[in-house]
């Protein structure tokens, strides 16, 4: 029995993980659950689950849930990033699922690894922004990082039974998101709703606007440089509508093998958690003849300027894609907000990129010294943003 820690637990991932364990039977066990703020979803997975631990991020909103549960209910209730990293660090835990939004999983993450646990990673602003400490630190513990998101999870299927030196280059796949017919013009004028409708997959509201200006696309590079120990540019995007394709990997004879499946989240977090395993699955089955086409295009880099940033952080390295996370954060949540245009996005982050000096990573502390430093910056940078809008 695999026993589990879910950091993000109400989230989409989070949900969805939740729904493979339940499938799986006796061969998993909910040990910990933690998440943000969402405390009524919270209380009825605890209700469902039973784990030993939970946490919240606010002081406040664990009172109130400790106060909702059931007298009999023995779940310890923890908060914030202290109680994030108590439950991951828990003998009873065997794997951590990482799915908490942005940043706030980085540091849970790193003390997962740093205990020993084996990581099923869904949260890649970890790598993004710390790639070269969590990685070190994963190859001191002698753990596997096992990837979450489909398309690296594909990749990672892909590579199974070949020679890393024989890889060309991979490939990833992106649907495009909601805007991949918008011209420039009306991009512009995007509302969050509409930023907001994926046309292929249910995901957090972060994701989705990452996915809509194709920053997500630009992170995912960056993690597979870490997750797969890749120059960048050997890393190639290539838009797919379909979602068929979640990735491929290219080798120096030409040859490309890829990984096919239906949009859902179920299959890539199947994989992570009984890999090398492909186990039963409660999803239906992918039949081609009913798809028909599949369709492959290069992004527009000057329209999505986002990915074109993402992969000028990667090229510079060292603090510049933890800068570029952080100033993302910042600029989807205005965005969110009504505060700044949709095209604004990569404006602000290009601008917070621009004022940085990039400077080498060694520790964890390092790592989120960039993200802080971004985040104010990217703040004070909005001002400008305000004032030329109104």
């Not at 070269?132 to 690296?152: F, G, N, R, T, Y």
């Not at 990039?358 to 990217?378: C, F, H, Q, V």
Request: glycine content about 6%.
């Amino acid at each position: 029995m695999k026993r589990i820690a879910i950091l993000g637990s109400t989230g989409s991932i989070g949900c969805k993980a939740l729904q493979v364990i339940e499938a799986g039977g006796e061969r998993y066990k909910v040990v910990a659950l933690a998440a943000g703020r969402n405390i009524d979803l919270l209380a009825k997975q605890i209700d469902e689950f039973r784990p030993l631990g939970a946490a919240l991020l606010e002081q406040e909103d664990a009172k109130t849930l400790r106060n909702r549960l059931n007298e009999r209910c023995e779940t310890q209730v923890f908060y914030g990033t202290e109680g994030f990293c108590h439950l991951v660090t828990l003998p009873e835990v065997d794997t951590v699922i990482s799915a908490m939004s942005g940043a706030a999983g980085l540091v849970p993450t790193y003390q997962a690894i740093k205990a020993g646990k084996e990581i099923a990673l869904a949260n890649k602003e970890t790598l993004v922004i710390a790639g070269s400490v969590i990685m070190a630190e994963a190859k001191k513990q002698e753990l596997a990082i096992l990837p979450i998101d489909s398309e690296h999870s594909a990749i990672l299927q892909s590579l199974q039974g070949h020679h890393k030196e024989d890889v060309r280059q991979v490939i990833l796949t992106a649907s495009g998101g909601p805007l991949r017919e918008s011209s420039q013009g009306e991009m512009e004028k995007v509302t969050p709703e509409q930023a907001l409708r994926h046309p292929n997959w249910n995901m957090g509201t972060k994701i989705t606007i990452d996915s809509a200006t194709l920053m997500n696309k630009g992170l995912e590079a960056i993690e597979a440089k870490w997750l797969f120990d890749l120059n960048i540019d050997q890393i190639s995007i290539l838009i797919h509508p379909q979602s068929i394709v979640h990735s491929m990997v290219e080798y120096k004879d030409g040859s490309i093998i890829a990984q096919l499946g239906i949009p859902d989240m179920a299959t890539p977090i199947s994989y992570a958690l009984s890999y090398p395993r492909h186990l039963e699955s409660m999803l239906p089955r992918l039949r081609l003849e009913e798809i028909g086409t599949l369709s492959f295009t290069r992004p527009d880099m000057k329209k999505f300027k986002c990915l074109d940033l993402a992969l000028k952080a990667a090229q510079i390295g060292e603090s510049m894609p933890a800068v570029l996370s952080g100033a993302n954060e910042v600029a989807v949540e205005l965005f969110l907000k009504g505060k700044i245009l949709f095209t604004d996005i990569a404006e602000l982050v290009e601008k917070t990129m621009d004022a940085h000096r990039p400077y080498p990573l060694n520790t964890i502390e390092e790592a989120m010294g960039a993200d802080s430093w971004s985040r104010i910056k990217a703040r004070e940078l909005a001002g400008e943003f305000t004032v030329r809008r109104s």
